[in-house]
């Protein structure tokens, strides 16, 4: 079973469209991430939520909406794509701060490619 | 805002050798993740060091945590081939819900 699940795993688009990535985690962890990774490796946190609810927002443009309709689904809504959207997203989860155990587990990746 | 710096970039050894990458911080840390990702894979939890000078092993791979939580390393003896990949230290601010990635190191194993 897969702990952390990413749809889709590839996304080519134009430039100006509007695309979705979803996720899904089934460890029941109360925390969820979006994190984005670039060409050069550098993983760079977009987002956190907890509980359904926003804590970090990473400056990251409005083009970009995270939704999250329940604590086991975190989506990331993309609005206007530009060339330089083009990268790893990677989404994550992680148990209850406090909890004992505090490391995260990360999805699959969605490649995203904007031409 | 907090922020790491790792080194090196890259490292190329040959199978059985040791390698060693060194994370390092302007301020203290409440703590440091260490995560691995393979080439083409995603990024894996491997520890979490709190305590002032800790030490951890697991298997091959050594954690330290700095006295003065500021610096904290990974070191791996004897090298295998699966040990290829890309080691990123990320220390988690006192909220725990964010995490700052190192640029990471990429480890090539040459057999």
């Known amino acids: 079973d897969t702990a952390v699940s990413q749809t889709p795993k590839y996304l080519v688009t134009q430039m100006g469209n509007d695309k979705s990535i979803k996720c899904e985690q089934n460890?029941?962890?109360?925390?969820m991430y979006w994190y984005k990774q670039d060409s050069k490796k550098f993983l760079k946190i977009m987002f956190s939520?907890?509980?359904?609810?926003?804590?970090i927002n990473e400056t990251v443009p409005n083009r970009f909406s995270p939704k999250s309709p329940d604590k086991a689904h975190l989506n990331l809504h993309i609005n206007s794509l530009e060339l330089g959207d083009s990268a790893v997203y990677f989404c994550?989860?992680?148990?209850?701060?406090?909890?004992?155990?505090?490391?995260?587990?990360f999805g699959p990746g969605t490649r995203l490619t904007v031409l | 805002g907090q922020q790491v710096m790792q080194i090196p970039q890259y490292q190329h050894v040959q199978e059985g050798e040791d390698f060693t990458t060194y994370c390092n911080s302007s301020?203290?840390?409440?703590?440091i993740q260490w995560y691995k990702q393979r080439p083409g894979g995603h990024p894996v939890f491997l520890i979490q060091?709190?305590?002032?000078?800790e030490v951890k092993k697991q298997k091959r791979l050594t954690f330290q945590f700095g006295e003065a939580k500021k610096n904290s390393s990974l070191h791996i003896t004897a090298t295998q081939t699966t040990d290829v990949g890309t080691y990123f230290c990320?220390?988690?601010?006192?909220?725990?819900?964010?995490?700052?990635f190192g640029a990471g190191t990429r480890l090539f194993v040459k057999a």
């Open positions: 994550a989860s992680s148990p209850r701060v406090g909890s004992g155990y505090e490391g995260q587990f």
């Open positions: 460890l029941g962890h109360d925390t």
């Open positions: 939520y907890n509980n359904k609810e926003l804590i």
């Open positions: 301020t203290t840390l409440s703590n």
């Open positions: 060091l709190v305590k002032s000078g």
């Open positions: 990320a220390p988690t601010n006192t909220g725990g819900f964010k995490t700052i």
